[in-house]
């Protein structure tokens, strides 16, 4: 069965500290998808970035660049030189033919960026 | 501007009522899903729908109710039965089941029982 496991709960840090948002995943697939999504205050999940299994090149997004190693079944998550309004609570999810193609979320790390 | 939108966003009820919480969306999405989210988890699927007139249980269905008349509205119904229906729920939708691309989501409802 897939699984995602966000082993940070809460992690706080002061403006400008760079911070890295770990996700680890298991899945039987061989084709698979890996998201991060946002939750700010307000609720709703922001879309962050989606990666197929195939595709281990790491991408970066102005300050946010991610890390894909299957070799380790990671997909992390760095925020560069964070900033107050990146606090929020980041999921990690996946999805494939294992789950039927629903979206399997880990718990969330809550980012807390201090001024 | 095409999105999702779910009502209400703050809703009280007692013990015993059912509630009905709203979702709409306006992307012409084939797929709608209900999550409910607990502090400090992760996102649990109710239910969700991959056409009109059909949805599956999703992986916590017990003491809730779907319907799906409309392509463009998905209802949730929180039932007497649901044993503890105090959270924050969330709707979403994609394109289509199985096509693995992203999903877009409303701002949730928070639904407290008193």
């Given amino acids: 069965a897939q699984k995602v496991t966000q082993a940070q709960t809460e992690i706080s840090v002061v403006e400008k500290e760079d911070v890295t948002l770990d996700c680890v995943y298991e899945t039987r697939d061989t084709t698979y998808y890996l998201f991060w999504y946002k939750q700010p205050p307000s609720g709703e999940l922001v879309f962050l970035i989606r990666r197929n299994s195939f595709d281990e090149q790491n991408e970066i997004s102005g300050r946010y660049s991610w890390n894909f190693q299957k070799s380790t079944s990671s997909f992390n998550f760095t925020i560069t030189a964070s900033q107050v309004v990146d606090s929020a609570v980041y999921f990690c999810a996946l999805t494939g033919m294992d789950s039927s193609y629903k979206l399997i979320f880990g718990s969330g790390t809550r980012l807390l960026v201090r001024p | ?114």
Avoid at chain 2, 23 to 50: F, K, T, V
Avoid at chain 2, 66 to 81: C, G, N, Q, Y
Avoid at chain 2, 97 to 114: K, M, P
Wanted: with cysteine; hydrophobic share 30%.
């Fill in chain 2, 1 to 114: 501007d095409g999105g999702i939108t779910q009502s209400p966003k703050y809703l009280f009820r007692k013990e015993g009522q059912n509630v009905t919480l709203s979702c709409e969306q306006n992307l012409n999405h084939d797929a709608m899903y209900w999550y409910r989210q607990d502090p400090g988890q992760g996102l649990r699927l109710i239910y969700y729908s991959q056409i009109v007139n059909d949805f599956q249980k999703g992986d916590i269905a017990e003491g809730y109710s779907v319907s799906r008349e409309k392509k463009e509205s998905f209802p949730l119904t929180v039932t007497s039965a649901q044993k503890n229906p105090t959270a924050f729920y969330l709707c979403a939708s994609n394109v289509a089941q199985g096509s693995a691309g992203e999903l877009f989501f409303g701002e949730g409802s928070r639904l407290t029982v008193l």
